[in-house]
C-alpha cells in the first residue's frame, strides 16, 4: 500500500482512475469546499472515507504539508516501452521524456508537472538509481503525474534503440551541446533524455542519442538545475508544435530539405 498526500495529488489520482484507492483520511479541524469536493468525490467512486486529527495525519505522512487529506492507494502499475511507443488515440505527434538517473523527487515531480502540460505523450524512468514514484514526488508534480504515461526500463541504452528503430529521434540535453535548444525541429517524433543532477548524462546514453542540444547561459553557472532546464526545453517543444513548425533561416532551410543523421545515426 502507497501514501499519496495533498489537495492536488489525491484529487487528481481519483479524477485519473490511475489508482486503486483503499481508504482516504481527512482532518476534522479543516472544513471548506475544495476537502468537500474530495469526499464527494470519494462517496461517487465508493472509497471509505474517515476523519481523525490534523496531528494524527501529519503522523500518517510523514509530513505537515499534507493538506488535510492522506490516501492509502495501491501502486501504480508502469506500461512497458512498449506501450508508449504505440500509436496514440489522439494521433499526437511523439513527445517522450527519458530521465537517466533524475534521484530526487522534488526534481522528478517538477519534470512530471512539465511534461503533462507540455503535452508529453509517456516518460521513460530507470530501475536503479531513479528518484521512486513517492508521495514527495507525487506532491511535487501537483497530481500531474497521476496523468503522464510511464514506463520504467532496466536498461536506459537498449529503450533508446527501440525508440530509435521506432523512427523517434534520440535527443539530450548536454552542456557540451553544439546545437542550441531552439535551433532543433521539436514538430518531429522525439524523445529528450534528461540527466543526472550534477553529473548530467551517463556516457553510453550520450553516445547514443542522435543530437545533443544545450541551452546558452549569460551568468557564471555552466547549466541550470535538471528540472528547470526540462522545462525550458519541453516548453519549447510545445511553442513550436503549437505554431506547427518553428521560424528558420534561408540558410538553415536548405540545410534541413536534407536527410539529416546524428550522432547515433
Given at each position: 500500500?502507497?501514501?499519496?498526500?495533498?489537495?492536488?495529488?489525491?484529487?487528481?489520482?481519483?479524477?485519473?482512475?490511475?489508482?486503486?484507492?483503499?481508504?482516504?483520511?481527512?482532518?476534522?479541524?479543516?472544513?471548506?469546499?475544495?476537502?468537500?469536493?474530495?469526499?464527494?468525490?470519494?462517496?461517487?467512486?465508493?472509497?471509505?472515507?474517515?476523519?481523525?486529527?490534523?496531528?494524527?495525519?501529519?503522523?500518517?505522512?510523514?509530513?505537515?504539508?499534507?493538506?488535510?487529506?492522506?490516501?492509502?492507494?495501491?501502486?501504480?502499475?508502469?506500461?512497458?516501452?512498449?506501450?508508449?511507443?504505440?500509436?496514440?488515440?489522439?494521433?499526437a505527434v511523439p513527445?517522450?521524456?527519458?530521465?537517466?538517473?533524475?534521484?530526487?523527487?522534488?526534481?522528478?515531480?517538477?519534470?512530471?508537472?512539465?511534461?503533462?502540460?507540455?503535452?508529453?505523450?509517456?516518460?521513460?524512468?530507470?530501475?536503479?538509481?531513479?528518484?521512486?514514484?513517492?508521495?514527495?514526488?507525487?506532491?511535487?508534480?501537483?497530481?500531474?503525474?497521476?496523468?503522464?504515461?510511464?514506463?520504467?526500463?532496466?536498461?536506459?541504452?537498449?529503450?533508446?534503440?527501440?525508440?530509435?528503430?521506432?523512427?523517434?529521434?534520440?535527443?539530450?540535453?548536454?552542456?557540451?551541446?553544439?546545437?542550441?535548444?531552439?535551433?532543433?525541429?521539436?514538430?518531429?517524433?522525439?524523445?529528450?533524455?534528461?540527466?543526472?543532477?550534477?553529473?548530467?548524462?551517463?556516457?553510453?546514453?550520450?553516445?547514443?542519442?542522435?543530437?545533443?542540444?544545450?541551452?546558452?547561459?549569460a551568468g557564471k553557472?555552466?547549466?541550470?538545475?535538471?528540472?528547470?532546464?526540462?522545462?525550458?526545453?519541453?516548453?519549447?517543444?510545445?511553442?513550436?508544435?503549437?505554431?506547427?513548425?518553428?521560424?528558420?533561416?534561408?540558410?538553415?532551410?536548405?540545410?534541413?530539405?536534407?536527410?539529416?543523421?546524428?550522432?547515433?545515426?
Amino acid at each position: 500500500m502507497e501514501i499519496l498526500y495533498g489537495l492536488h495529488p489525491v484529487e487528481e489520482a481519483l479524477r485519473s482512475g490511475s489508482r486503486r484507492f483503499d481508504h482516504v483520511v481527512v482532518a476534522r479541524e479543516r472544513q471548506d469546499r475544495r476537502l468537500e469536493k474530495i469526499v464527494e468525490a470519494c462517496h461517487e467512486r465508493g472509497v471509505r472515507v474517515r476523519t481523525e486529527s490534523r496531528e494524527q495525519l501529519t503522523l500518517l505522512a510523514r509530513n505537515p504539508g499534507h493538506q488535510g487529506v492522506v490516501a492509502f492507494v495501491r501502486e501504480r502499475t508502469m506500461l512497458e516501452m512498449e506501450d508508449l511507443l504505440a500509436p496514440s488515440a489522439t494521433d499526437a505527434v511523439p513527445l517522450l521524456l527519458a530521465l537517466d538517473g533524475v534521484e530526487d523527487p522534488q526534481n522528478l515531480g517538477a519534470l512530471l508537472r512539465s511534461a503533462d502540460g507540455a503535452g508529453v505523450t509517456g516518460v521513460v524512468l530507470t530501475e536503479r538509481r531513479s528518484a521512486p514514484l513517492s508521495a514527495v514526488a507525487v506532491k511535487a508534480s501537483a497530481g500531474a503525474a497521476e496523468h503522464v504515461r510511464m514506463a520504467r526500463v532496466v536498461n536506459l541504452v537498449r529503450a533508446l534503440e527501440q525508440v530509435k528503430a521506432a523512427n523517434i529521434w534520440c535527443v539530450g540535453l548536454d552542456e557540451r551541446g553544439t546545437m542550441d535548444y531552439t535551433e532543433y525541429d521539436f514538430t518531429t517524433p522525439c524523445l529528450l533524455v534528461l540527466g543526472r543532477e550534477g553529473a548530467g548524462l551517463h556516457d553510453l546514453v550520450r553516445r547514443t542519442c542522435d543530437h545533443l542540444l544545450r541551452i546558452p547561459m549569460a551568468g557564471k553557472v555552466a547549466s541550470l538545475n535538471v528540472s528547470a532546464a526540462g522545462a525550458v526545453v519541453l516548453y519549447e517543444a510545445y511553442r513550436q508544435r503549437r505554431g506547427g513548425q518553428r521560424s528558420v533561416s534561408a540558410s538553415e532551410d536548405s540545410a534541413l530539405a536534407k536527410p539529416r543523421k546524428g550522432l547515433g545515426s
